[in-house]
C-alpha cells in the first residue's frame, strides 16, 4: 500500500516537473516569438518567408510527448495482487522498473530538450546574427546607393552646369568673337585712315620741305660778271663779316683749302658784307690763301670795307663792288704802351709793316706810297680816305662794279633764327648782346700776338683793347 502510495506520488512529481518544464519552454518559445516580431518590426516586414519556415522549424523541434501517456499507464495499470504475494512482488518490480524507465526516458527526453533548447537557441542567434547583417549589409547597401544616387544627382547637377556654362561660354566667346572682329575691323579702318592721313602729313612735309629748297643746281661759271652788271655767285662762297680775329681766318683758310680740294677749277667768292677790319696778321694769313688757291679767289663788298678788309678787296685777283658800297683805306691804327725806347720800336714795325700793305695798293693804283700817305690826309684830317664803290673802281681799289648778285647757291630757305641781333652781335662784334649793352657800346677786343696790331676802322672809339680802357 505504502509503495503504491509513492509510485503514485513520484508519477504526480514527475507530472508535474513535467508541466513546469513544458510551460518554461512555452514561455521561452513565448519570449523569442516577442524577440522576432520585434526583429520583424525593425527589418519592416523583410524576410517573411524565412521567419514562418524558422517559426515551424521551431514549433517541430519542440514537440515532445505529453504526460497524458504516463497518466494513462497508471488508470489502465491492472490491480495489484493482494493476495498472490510473489506475483504482487513481480508486479510491482514491474511496474517500478517500468516507472523508473519512465522517470529515465523523462529525463533524457528533458536533457534531450535542454540540447534541443540550446541548439534552437543557437540556431535563432545565429539566424538573428545572419539577419542583422544582412540588415546592417541591407542599410549599408541602401546608404551606398542613396550616396550613389546622391552623386548621380550632384554629378547630374555639374554636368547640368557644366554644359549651360559651356553653351554660356560658347555664346560669349561667340559674343567676344564678333565684338573683336568689329574692333578689328574698326582698327584696321582707323589703321587705315591714320596711313592716310600720316600719308597726306608725310606728303604735306615733303611739300614743305621742298618749298624751303630751291630746284635746280648752283651755276659754276668761269667767267661770273655778266654783260648786264649781274654777278653769278656759286654755292662755293665763303663769308666775311665783322672784326676779322683769328678764328675766323682761320675758317676762311680752311674753307678756301676745302673748295680747292672739292674742286680746284671753279671761282671762289669770299663776299664781305660789313667788316671794319681787323688783326693784322689775320688779314696776311687770309691773302696768302687766296694767293696760293689754284681756285681764283673772288672779292665781293656788299656794304662796307674798311682797313685790313679793304686791303684784301684791292689785292684780290678780281673783285667785285656794289656801286653804293664803301671802301676805306688808311694808315696802320694801334693800341700800344711802353717807355719812349718801346714806342719808337712800335712805331719804326709799323712803318715797314705800312710799307708792305700801303705799299701794295700804292703800286695797285700806280702811285707811289708817299702820294698814297698825301691823299688820305687830303681827304680826311684823320687819314681815312673813303670812297663808294664806283669811284672805288676808278681808283684801282676794286676791279668791276656791279648791279646785282644773281647768289644761285642759295638753295635753302634761310633760317630767321640767322637772322636776329644776338646773332649779329655773334657774328659782326664777336660778344654777346647783354655783354655789348653792359660794356656802354663798348667793345673790347682780345689782345693780340706779339708784333700783330689791330688794322681797323674806328672812328668812335667802339673797340678798345680789353684792360686799357678806363
Request: charged fraction near 30%.
Amino acid at each position: 500500500m505504502i509503495d503504491s502510495i509513492n509510485s503514485k506520488a513520484n508519477v504526480a512529481f514527475l507530472a508535474v516537473l513535467f508541466s513546469f518544464f513544458s510551460s518554461a519552454y512555452t514561455m521561452d518559445t513565448n519570449d523569442k516569438e516577442n524577440k522576432e516580431q520585434k526583429d520583424t518590426k525593425l527589418v519592416q516586414n523583410t524576410k517573411k518567408d524565412k521567419k514562418a519556415i524558422k517559426a515551424n522549424r521551431s514549433k517541430e523541434s519542440i514537440e515532445i510527448a505529453p504526460n497524458e501517456e504516463i497518466e494513462e499507464s497508471f488508470r489502465t495499470r491492472p490491480p495489484f495482487d493482494e493476495e498472490d504475494t510473489v506475483l504482487n512482488a513481480k508486479q510491482k518490480e514491474k511496474y517500478r522498473l517500468e516507472l523508473e524507465n519512465s522517470i529515465a526516458r523523462l529525463r533524457l527526453e528533458q536533457e534531450l530538450m535542454a540540447f534541443r533548447i540550446e541548439i534552437e537557441k543557437l540556431r535563432t542567434e545565429k539566424d538573428m546574427h545572419s539577419l542583422r547583417r544582412e540588415l546592417e549589409q541591407e542599410e549599408i547597401s541602401q546608404q551606398y546607393q542613396k550616396a550613389l544616387q546622391e552623386l548621380n544627382q550632384q554629378r547630374e547637377l555639374i554636368t547640368a552646369g557644366l554644359s549651360l556654362a559651356q553653351a554660356k561660354f560658347s555664346e560669349e566667346l561667340q559674343e567676344f568673337t564678333k565684338q573683336h572682329a568689329r574692333v578689328q575691323n574698326d582698327l584696321m579702318l582707323a589703321r587705315a585712315v591714320i596711313d592716310q592721313l600720316r600719308i597726306q602729313i608725310d606728303a604735306i612735309k615733303i611739300q614743305k620741305e621742298q618749298s624751303l629748297y630751291a630746284g635746280g643746281s648752283p651755276l659754276y661759271l668761269d667767267e661770273p660778271l655778266q654783260k648786264d652788271g649781274r654777278l653769278v655767285l656759286s654755292d662755293r662762297v665763303v663769308p666775311l663779316t665783322g672784326v676779322i680775329y683769328q678764328h675766323k681766318a682761320n675758317r676762311i683758310v680752311d674753307l678756301i683749302n676745302y673748295y680747292n680740294n672739292k674742286d680746284s677749277g671753279k671761282p671762289i667768292f669770299l663776299v664781305i658784307d660789313s667788316s671794319p677790319g681787323g688783326s693784322a696778321h689775320a688779314g696776311f694769313d687770309i691773302l696768302q690763301a687766296m694767293k696760293n688757291s689754284k681756285a681764283p679767289v673772288y672779292v665781293v663788298v656788299r656794304s662796307f670795307a674798311a682797313s685790313m678788309a679793304a686791303l684784301i678787296t684791292t689785292l684780290a685777283k678780281k673783285s667785285y663792288v656794289y656801286p653804293n658800297a664803301i671802301l676805306l683805306h688808311h694808315q696802320p691804327w694801334t693800341f700800344t704802351w711802353g717807355n719812349l725806347r718801346e714806342l719808337k720800336e712800335e712805331l719804326e714795325f709799323m712803318q715797314q709793316l705800312w710799307k708792305r700793305l700801303g705799299g701794295e695798293v700804292a703800286k695797285k693804283m700806280h702811285i707811289s706810297l708817299e702820294t698814297l700817305d698825301k691823299k688820305m690826309y687830303e681827304k680826311s684830317a684823320r687819314g681815312d680816305w673813303e670812297e663808294f664803290g664806283d669811284n672805288a673802281v676808278k681808283l684801282k681799289w676794286a676791279d668791276h662794279v656791279i648791279s646785282h648778285v644773281d647768289n644761285t647757291g642759295v638753295r635753302e630757305m634761310p633760317n630767321n633764327m640767322d637772322y636776329t641781333w644776338r646773332k649779329y652781335c655773334r657774328t659782326y662784334y664777336d660778344t654777346a648782346e647783354d655783354e655789348l649793352e653792359k660794356a656802354n657800346d663798348k667793345v673790347f677786343l682780345p689782345p693780340l700776338a706779339g708784333n700783330d696790331f689791330y688794322y681797323l676802322y674806328n672812328p668812335h672809339h667802339i673797340y678798345q683793347i680789353a684792360g686799357l680802357s678806363k
